[in-house]
């Protein structure tokens, strides 16, 4: 056969299921393990996964219980091992109820007080602190630093123990070509960036509006506590991630009248909106008036669980390295006293039992291939990501291995669905080493790789790693009309594709869990 339809027909039946044996530089991936990697185990995962049984996997919830428990066995089953002697990496999360005291109260130059009222007035955000500040008041735009896209309203302003006033969502947010662009999902237009782009600054408190040029109604919505709103259940209370209280300050949302207070009219801050989108020139500037704010919030804890398991290296010189293979097993629960005939289970089949198939469809091929690579390998599933990366970021402030010994961090969310051979990288900017890895392991497999959504670099595990400084790839098939619904079910997977796209997932880390040289990460942000 001649050698350029060989390697056709080699592309082809990798693409499609069969087993081909690749020869590389170092310990190889055996034409067995790639068995292991098939629509056959990857449904029996992701059936079980998804299953109304599992009542949709929130965290924390008994369903995500059994989901932990069902992927520690099967990383028992593989031959995987545990990490001092347990597949789980604890972490607690606090469900946080609202206090008595809370108090907003501004003063001007002249010394004159106004005090606010909660509800009307303000209202606090879930991720609030249990504190209190006096501070000067200092207007920071839209409270977005996103460098790539040369633009930070922090730029040159000192906002360290001061209180940061800021806009809701992104300059030029209805313009399709903004990075900023309300459909393009960025995670700078949350009000849980701003939060925690504020505190990266010093911040001591935070106050956030909507955006007058945009909004019909200014009126506070923050988060909906069971204790003012009668209609509220007790069980909508929000979760934070423990670890992070000591971390959090009073964040709040305010309306219109602390607007005028503030600016003296609302009219005036849609002039400084205006100008700062007609330029995507931020205007960020100190304020006459100081805040005078405390939010209080109680805590009950709710132990919590990231499942892993470790693949020891074979190389001495690098086996104390690890190369992370990860995806979150969460998703967001059921509705609540739904009538019996309706659906009411968010099963996230695609989000991300997925991804979560991925992680042991990998560990199922690294287990099985008789030499192991290099450096060692750690699969963690994560739980809390739809909550806000809490189980991603508790295993990066209490890592199981040195994060200078973590080289790479691959992640997978949402790897089901779409064109049978598209998959986009994201995080390819940020770590362009990873990306090469993966481009050229494609050859291999022949999927189709897009690169429009970096955008969406935050919303995923991986960010966690890379605010760490370890260069991370995220693998994804894009978002569906399904997403954080009832129809995202286990019979629109596309287990063929979801297969490609694991067999690409592991040439390219078993290629970087044996090369020389560590990949680079260029930018965390």
């Known amino acids: 056969m001649k050698k350029g339809l060989l390697f056709l027909t080699l592309l082809f039946l990798v693409g499609f299921g069969c087993n081909v044996f690749y020869t590389q530089k170092g310990p190889q991936p055996s034409s067995q393990s790639f068995e292991t990697i098939n629509p056959v185990a990857a449904e029996k995962h992701l059936a079980f996964l998804a299953s109304d049984s599992l009542l949709g996997r929130d965290t924390p919830s008994p369903g995500l ?18 990490v001092n002697d347990s597949y789980f990496h604890n972490f607690n999360l606090s469900q946080v109820s609202l206090g008595d005291s809370n108090t907003l109260e501004l003063i001007d130059a002249s010394g004159k007080t106004k005090a606010f009222r909660i509800k009307r007035d303000y209202m606090p955000y879930g991720m609030t602190a249990n504190g209190k500040t006096l501070a000067p008041v200092v207007f920071a735009g839209y409270g ?33 070509a903004s990075p900023f662009h309300l459909k393009k999902d960025s995670h700078y237009l949350q009000a849980k960036y701003k939060i925690d782009n504020a505190i990266e600054h010093g911040a001591a408190a935070v106050l956030i509006t909507s955006d007058p040029l945009h909004s019909i109604s200014l009126k506070p919505r923050g ?15 929000p979760f934070t991630l423990a670890m992070e209280e000591d971390e959090k300050i009073p964040s709040i949302q305010v309306g219109k009248k602390v607007i ?4 003296g009219s609302v009219d005036e801050l849609k002039s400084i909106q205006k100008s700062i989108d007609s330029t995507m020139t931020p205007n960020s500037y100190p304020l006459d008036s100081r805040a005078l704010l405390q939010t209080s919030t109680d805590r009950q804890l709710f132990p919590t669980r990231n499942v892993v398991g470790l693949l020891k290296g074979s190389d001495p010189a690098v086996q104390d ?5 990860g995806a979150h097993y969460d998703h967001v629960g059921f509705i609540r006293n739904a009538p019996a005939e309706q659906d009411s289970i968010y099963n996230g089949a695609d989000d991300n039992a997925s991804g979560t198939t991925g992680v042991l469809l990998a560990a199922h091929a690294f287990a099985h291939n008789e030499i192991k690579p290099g450096r060692s390998i750690l699969f963690i599933a994560f739980a809390g990501e739809e909550k806000g990366l809490y189980g991603s970021k508790a295993y990066t402030e209490t890592p199981l291995f040195p994060l200078e010994k973590t080289v790479a961090m691959f992640n997978m969310d949402m790897i089901g669905r779409n064109h049978p051979d598209s998959l986009t990288l994201i995080g390819y900017k940020r770590s362009p080493d990873l990306s090469k890895i993966v481009k050229k392991q494609n050859k291999k497999v022949g999927l189709t790789l897009a690169y429009d959504r970096e955008f969406y670099f935050g919303n995923s595990d991986h960010a966690s790693f890379a605010r760490k400084d370890i260069p991370v790839i995220f693998f994804c098939t894009k978002e569906t009309p399904d997403l954080h619904k009832v129809t ?7 287990y063929h594709k979801l297969c490609r796209v694991v067999r690409l997932l592991y040439l390219s880390a078993w290629y970087t869990a044996n090369m020389d040289e560590r990949p680079v990460l260029t930018s965390k942000n």
């Not at 989901?67 to 089953?77: L, Q, S, T």
């Not at 460098?147 to 300059?171: C, H, I, Q």
């Open 65 to 82: 219980e059994l989901a932990a428990e069902y992927i520690a066995g099967r990383f028992a089953e593989y031959g995987v091992q545990p």
């Open 144 to 176: 977005i630093s996103a460098p790539e896209y040369d633009y930070d309203d922090y730029a040159g302003l000192d906002v360290k123990g001061k209180v940061v006033f800021v806009f809701k969502r992104g300059p030029q947010q209805e313009n399709p």
């Open 223 to 237: 988060f909906a506590w069971p204790s003012l709103y009668k209609f509220i259940p007790d069980n909508a209370l």
């Open 260 to 263: 005028q207070s503030l600016f």
């Open 321 to 325: 390295e690890v190369v992370v293979i």
């Open 488 to 494: 995202d079910h286990a019979d629109k997977i596309d």
